[in-house]
């Protein structure tokens, strides 16, 4: 019987692909057995036992480092959890008794990692982001394989540790839909570009603005293209209203269409001729996975500006423009649109540049990096 613990939180970003290595380990080892360590109040406490695996809390957080009196009390409950994570961390371990214990990011996964590694037990990583984040550094050192997403994360990691590129697994859905289906299930005509946007689940201001201004230019000149565009619940009280000050009647307008979450963006995506969104890790993959031309508008707010070098690696590939946040205006975005939305080949060739930065094979090197863990 293989028993497989597995430790990330914080965002989606960490918790999809831990549940998606688990499918993996599933698919090949049917009776393998799994623990998720999680921190008690994160969005993995509700994600993981809706998955259908056993799920064991750990308190822990991250350090803030922007110092007002309210990230100064975060801080001294930060000091407080790292006093216990290392003992919890250590009963999860000797209770469930793991043959391998795989991190994929947060804070969360730091104590348990690095505690298994002190125990003897074969440790694994995987990182998303072409920029590491701070876990990954530290915990680089110590584990017996790390799994990388693109090979150009490794220019900030010590040259000597053992890594394996292999991408990083996306759902099913993200590579069995051809567009000419997908365009037939969203009612969009199969010779009409169609266009997709979105800021991320909770959506973006920023974004959010810009977009209705290419919305009222697609509008007012009837430009023959449909635009889905997701507002998020940033959006919910604002963005459509904009619209309508705009002059966009979009509840009769077919080719407008906004939605607060997308629910089926799998389908979306593979209708999509152009998408413009954040570049997420997650994100990325799937538009590698699909195969779509895109702009990308890295979103300023995170940790080490990550989601800017993984943009870089579309841009600099000539997958994807990338615009800035800083240099994003209704003006700049409606121009890029104007060069790329109906040129057919500079959309193509967007398209197979991004597909061709897919590892179409994650799922074999994922699993071939943890069987060679449980052989030792």
Known sequence: MTRVLLAGGGTAGHINPALAIASIIKERIPDAEFLYAGTPNGMEARLVPKEGYD??????????????????????KTVAYLTTAGARAKQIIKEFKPDIVIGTGGYVSGPIVMKAAQMGIKT???????????????????????????????EYLDKDISYTVTGLPVRKGFTTMSRTDAKKILNIPENETCILSYGGSLGAGRIN???????????KNNIALTHIHSYGGMGKNTFLNDLTARGIDYKNDPRIRPKEYIDNMDVCMAAADLVICRSGANTLSELEAV?????LIPSPNVAGNHQYYNAMVLGK????V?????????????????????????????????AALCVPDTPDRVFGVIDKLLKK
Not at 291 to 295: E, T
């Open 209 to 219: 603005e810009t977009v209705a201004q290419l919305m009222e230019w697609e509008h």
């Open 317 to 320: 590939a000539g997958a994807a």
């Open 322 to 354: 990338v615009i800035e946040e800083k240099n994003l205006t209704g003006e700049l975005l409606i121009e890029k649109v104007k060069s790329i939305y109906n040129d057919s080949d500079r959309l193509n060739c967007f398209a197979k540049r991004a």
């Open 291 to 295: 195969g779509r031309a895109s702009i």
């Open 124 to 154: 694994a990583i995987h990182e998303q982001n072409a920029f590491p984040g701070m876990t990954t550094k530290m915990l680089s050192k110590h584990v017996d394989e790390v799994m990388l997403t693109v090979v150009e994360a490794m």
């Open 55 to 76: 799920f064991a809390p750990i308190k822990v957080s991250g350090f803030q480092r922007k110092i007002t009196p309210k990230n100064i009390m975060r801080n001294i």
